[in-house]
């Protein structure tokens, strides 16, 4: 357990697995006002891993503390800025164990349906998938477009340069199911120096796979 943290109550959680990464989404109520939620994995030797619901006091020098019950939204690990945490589980146990500070509770894992187009880009396993190059079978012409877009950021923010192509792709039409997973293959990093136009800014390229049924299916603008 984390230095300095004590349990905290499930309000609402739900646990996703993509592959073999798992990640809770969820509140939690705590007992301070200036405590956060957060997730760890037990330091119990069981297998499969369990994992804890915890508050941790974040208060700022001066400020005071009161001791309320709040609901908030489970965040990162301290000392950690993105969220949702990442944990390493097995692929094939479909509950997982959560503890909180009234015991453990079993949760149903909801996995991450995996679209075909996501599939493409390292064939169909792996944890970390490539850009597309040459790889894409006869099946998966037939049934997708290869787009690309180009992103740019003054700061040289590798995100900001990324969300910016993203806003340059066309539109994959709706969503065919609930948390639809979208992938984008970065195939370029590089910077725009000079020139007539003085530009100083990073350059991104990015490309992903659309659906010939949904683009076809949108009505014209």
């Not at 349906?113 to 894409?136: E, H, M, Y």
Request: charged share 20%; net charge negative.
């Amino acid at each position: 357990m984390s230095e300095n943290s004590s349990g905290a109550w499930i309000e609402e959680v739900q646990a996703y697995r993509l592959r073999d990464r798992l990640w809770f989404d969820g509140k939690a109520r705590v007992s301070s006002s200036c405590s956060v939620a957060f997730i760890e994995q037990s330091p119990l030797a069981i297998w499969p891993p369990q994992f804890c619901l915890l508050q941790h006091q974040d208060a700022a020098p001066g400020n005071r503390c009161a001791a309320i019950m709040e609901v908030r939204k489970i965040g990162p690990r301290p000392g950690e800025h993105s969220a949702p945490t990442l944990f390493h589980y097995p692929k094939d146990e479909p509950k997982v164990v959560l503890r909180d500070a009234t015991g453990s509770h079993e949760l149903v894992i909801k996995d991450v349906r995996i679209p075909p187009q996501v599939l493409a880009f390292d064939g169909g396993g792996g944890d970390l998938p490539s850009p597309f190059g040459n790889k894409l079978s006869a099946e998966m012409k037939t049934k997708f477009d290869l787009v690309e877009a180009t992103g740019y950021s003054s700061a040289y923010s590798v995100g900001e340069a990324i969300r910016d192509a993203m806003a340059h792709l066309p539109a994959s039409g709706s969503p065919s199911y609930p948390d639809e997973l979208a992938y984008f293959a970065v195939v370029s990093i590089g910077a725009e120096v000079g020139g007539f136009a003085g530009f100083d800014r990073m350059r991104v390229v990015i490309q992903t796979l659309v659906d010939k049924a949904q683009t076809q299916a949108r009505p014209a603008k």
